[in-house]
């Protein structure tokens, strides 16, 4: 209601400047013919005519109307340069601030609503450049003073920062005009004041910051390389450090484009997800996923169908299946691909240099032009008093030591409700052991919505798992018979008994031991990088979990690419990583697939939508499974069917998202995925059902009554049309 008066307030003010005809007083000729009776005026009352005209300056800029230029030059002839500088500057900015703050205050809420994405990178360029981009617009006299101000509004620009850089970027446009308007007998035309030379200089001084800006990244590259000799010659294109899935996938595109690269690993290759990350706990719930739904046999009309774990052999499967991968990720395949690869141990030495203490014990010095470092990241291990002395194992550690266990754990305690805590849990409650999860927050999966954490909850206590959220870890206590985790809520403090404890309270990036220390690689949580994966050395990058922000497999790879194009042919284009579409599933039971935002995020970054949702108790293949639990969520921007995010929560949900993170990637919309075929009966179905009731929701339903009326009028009678409408 207040927005609605301003505006009509403001719309009445202009309608009724242009209704009296205001703006032929604001001509070159009228200020001309009126120079004279002016000056008698302010001769007469001077504070009170610089006052008035200061104010009439604020309003006719606040008000965007035309008159702007008219009023500076009248500074310079009323007022001289100096003062005419001092009213103008300060009566600029102070109008186009107001104008500015008119237009966020009216538009901005509703244009982000609805083009939310189109402002979100907007946003982050204004809010890395802002000032740069303003100072440029404004010293432009090219583009025009009132629009800057009410795009602007517009923008997260801080008002601050528009006032100051709007004051200092006019300056030189306003001492040329004052100063014209001091000689103003001279002037037949307002382009008279800026010949295309001056806008020509104008137009370079804006600019000017921008190549002072890129000339001083340029020098604060090479800064940085200070202190180090370069090498006359490399022994390698790119060397590649850790061979998990960003350094195998860095390591293989620069093989393929026929670059002499070496890999080097300390460990196992294949890194985290083959050795102790997706694939062994993806084999774990597959057994763990078969054993529960043969105890549920009954329902499917099997009888006599008791489970007997044999906990050994679950876990040597696992081995098995780790063996059966290897060979995609082992030296031999990268061997013949054309990549070096060395086991072995990396230091960086300089920008350029790395030692590599080789497994045989002998070392080996290497140079570079570029290097990527994919050194992962490992579990998250807090100084809980006791922990030392509390046999705690992570997903690192698990699978050696559960493997010569003979049953699953008794009594099973998992620290942390992430993605991995959540998968672990599932995959032993349902091998036989009795899980609690203890989690701090007040919830699991804090990153999914709230409606999908709680489904999941509900499936794992399905399962028998015992949540313990809204817990905080106290510390370990150990006596000759019993372990146990101290465990704090607000009203009380528990001793929790286990037999094995987990940590999964998330992974850390790798930062220490390999030279980023000594070469003063900046990092926090992660290696800190550009947008081009580059770290403060321009030749030496970091991908995967290293660099963070997401840890997933398939992120490694996706920024792999980014990191080994940038590192082999940067000089000629470098690509921006780009993270617009990164899907994730956590692997729990229903499983949980998500791409782009959830609700949760949309609300938090106030970004309108329009929610489609689809439950699969509807959908007949999934009635014949009996695997009912479970919905799409589909979020679009409203009015269209631009897809902002889905959530899928059901069997085969990382399956089935695949479909939008395809459409998401090329702009396809829910319309297209409503007119793709999909076989019957599938789970697939689904996702044209959600796209379908996105469509009834939108149905034009004008024209469906016109339609009918003409269907009712084709059967034949009036008297049908007039029971119609009955
Ligand atoms: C239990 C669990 C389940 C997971 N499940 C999934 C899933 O289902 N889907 C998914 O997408 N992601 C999953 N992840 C995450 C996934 O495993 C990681 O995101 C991925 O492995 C990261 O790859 P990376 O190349 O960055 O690092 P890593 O795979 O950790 O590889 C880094 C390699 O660098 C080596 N290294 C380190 N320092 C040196 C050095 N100085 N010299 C030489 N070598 C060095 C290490 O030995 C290691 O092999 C899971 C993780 C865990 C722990």
Redesign the pocket.
């Known amino acids: 209601m207040k927005k609605l008066m301003l505006f009509a307030g403001l719309g009445l003010l202009v309608v009724l400047f242009f209704a009296v005809d205001l703006d032929r007083y604001f001509t070159l000729e009228q200020l001309k013919t009126s120079q004279a009776q002016f000056a008698t005026w302010q001769a007469a009352h001077p504070w009170l005519f610089a006052i008035s005209y200061f104010l009439s300056y604020v309003l006719i800029t606040a008000l965007s109307l035309p008159g702007a230029a008219i009023l500076t030059l009248a500074g310079g002839a009323l007022f001289g340069l100096w003062q005419g500088l001092l009213l103008v500057s300060f009566a600029s900015s102070l109008g186009a601030t107001l104008a500015f703050l008119a237009s966020r205050y009216l538009f901005r809420s509703s244009i982000e609503q609805r083009f939310s994405q189109q402002l979100t990178a907007i946003n982050q360029g204004i809010g890395k450049e802002g000032a740069f981009y303003l100072f440029t617009l404004r010293l432009v006299p090219l583009f025009p003073f009132f629009i800057i101000n009410l795009l602007m509004g517009l923008t997260q620009l801080p008002t601050r920062t528009f006032y100051w850089v709007s004051q200092l970027g006019m300056l030189a446009g306003t001492i040329v005009y004052v100063n014209a308007g001091t000689q103003l007998a001279q002037i037949n035309s307002l382009s008279d004041i800026l010949s295309p030379g001056l806008i020509l200089s104008f137009s370079v001084l804006g600019l000017f910051p921008w190549f002072a800006k890129g000339i001083l990244g340029l020098i604060q590259r090479q800064r940085v390389y200070a202190g180090f000799q370069r090498p006359q010659q490399f022994d390698r294109n790119l060397i590649v450090?850790?061979?998990?899935?960003?350094?195998?996938v860095s390591a293989y595109i620069a093989a393929a484009v026929k670059a002499k690269v070496t890999l080097?690993?300390?460990?196992?290759?294949?890194?985290?997800?083959?050795?102790?990350?997706?694939v062994?706990?993806?084999t774990l719930l597959k057994t763990a996923k078969l054993a529960q739904q043969i105890q549920q046999a009954e329902h499917y009309g099997l009888a006599n169908t008791q489970v007997q774990i044999q906990f050994q052999q679950v876990m040597q499967r696992v081995q098995r299946v780790i063996a059966e991968v290897e060979p995609h990720d082992s030296v031999e395949r990268y061997t013949q691909l054309g990549v070096e690869v060395l086991q072995?141990?990396?230091?960086l030495l300089d920008p350029w240099r790395v030692e590599?203490k080789l497994s045989d014990g002998s070392s080996q010095h290497l140079t570079a032009r570029s290097i990527i470092l994919?050194?992962?990241?490992?579990?998250n291990i807090p100084a809980f008093p006791g922990i030392e002395n509390s046999g705690y194992v992570t997903?690192?550690t698990l699978w050696e030591r559960f493997a010569s266990l003979e049953q699953a754990p008794k009594q099973l305690v998992i620290l942390g409700a992430g993605?991995?805590g959540c998968?672990?849990a599932q995959a032993f409650a349902r091998l036989g052991s009795s899980v609690t999860i203890i989690e701090k927050a007040e919830r699991i999966l804090a990153r999914e919505d709230r409606a999908v954490a709680e489904l999941a909850a509900q499936a794992l206590q399905a399962d028998g798992i015992q949540l313990l959220t809204a817990h905080q870890v106290l510390g370990f206590e150990q006596t000759p018979t019993s372990k146990t985790v101290l465990v704090q809520t607000p009203e009380q403090t528990l001793a929790i008994p286990y037999d094995q404890v987990i940590l999964?309270l998330g992974?850390k990036a790798?930062l220490t031991?390999?030279g980023l220390e000594e070469l003063g690689i900046p990092t926090e949580r992660t290696v800190l990088t550009n947008d081009y994966l580059e770290t403060v050395f321009p030749n030496i990058y970091a991908?995967?979990?290293?660099?963070g922000p997401?840890?997933?497999?398939?992120?490694?790879a996706h920024q792999?690419w980014y990191a080994s194009v940038n590192a082999l042919f940067g000089q000629f284009k470098r690509f921006k990583v780009d993270y617009r579409v990164i899907p994730?599933?956590t692997?729990v039971d229903p499983e949980i697939a998500s791409v782009g935002l959830t609700e949760q995020e949309a609300q938090a970054q106030q970004i309108a939508y329009e929610l489609s949702r689809f439950e699969f108790a509807e959908l007949d293949r999934a009635i014949t499974e009996g695997t009912k639990t479970g919905f799409i969520q589909v979020l679009t921007v409203p009015g269209k069917d631009k897809i902002l995010g889905v959530t899928i929560v059901g069997a085969q949900a990382g399956e089935l998202l695949a479909e939008y993170v395809l459409a998401m990637k090329h702009g396809l919309g829910l319309n297209k995925i409503l007119g793709t075929i999909h076989s019957y009966p599938t789970l697939a179905e689904a996702n044209k059902y959600v796209a379908g009731h996105w469509k009834r929701q939108h149905s034009p339903e004008r024209l469906l009554n016109w339609l009918a009326r003409y269907h009712r009028w084709r059967l034949g009678s009036t008297q049908n049309l007039d029971k119609g409408k009955r």
């Open positions: 450090i850790g061979a998990g899935a960003a350094g195998l080097i690993e300390a460990h196992k290759m294949g890194g985290d997800c083959l050795n102790y990350g997706c062994p706990s993806k072995g141990y990396a230091k590599i994919a050194t992962g990241a490992h579990a997903s690192d993605p991995i998968e672990l999964a992974r790798r031991g390999y991908a995967g979990d290293l660099a997401y840890q997933f497999t398939h992120v490694a792999a994730r599933v692997f």
